[in-house]
Nanobody, 121 residues
């Protein structure tokens, strides 16, 4: 099986920065697209950023210019650097990835357990 474990969340003041990490472990052959989602109280889960195996990135408009997604395939880890944080960025942030676990098999989608980010003065 595959586990995704997020870390790096916490309480930060408006304008501050955080870096989230998500490490994948288990029987992994390869990792395809990796994603960061977030879910604020009372709202639907929202795709924040994605990064392909070729390092092509995409962002929701509300975080463009402030957040940066990156990956280290040797460490099987995806990162989300968040700058100029705003109170509306407060949410539980989830890692998601498409992972191949068998040679010649399809990729399967996995979720992490989430990490809380709170932006408040």
């Amino acid at each position: 099986q595959v586990q995704l474990v997020e870390s790096g969340g916490g309480l930060v003041q408006p304008g501050g920065s955080l870096r989230l990490s998500c490490a994948a472990s288990g029987s992994i052959i390869s990792i395809g697209v990796m994603y960061w989602y977030r879910q604020a109280p009372g709202k639907e889960r929202e795709l924040v950023a994605s990064i392909t195996g070729g390092a092509f990135t995409n962002y929701v408009d509300s975080v463009k210019g402030r957040f940066a997604i990156s990956r280290d395939d040797a460490k099987k880890t995806v990162y989300l650097k968040m700058n100029s944080l705003k109170p509306e960025d407060t949410a539980v942030y989830y890692c998601n990835a498409n992972v191949q676990t068998n040679y010649g098999g399809n990729q399967h989608n996995y979720w992490g357990q989430g990490t809380q980010v709170t932006v408040s003065s």
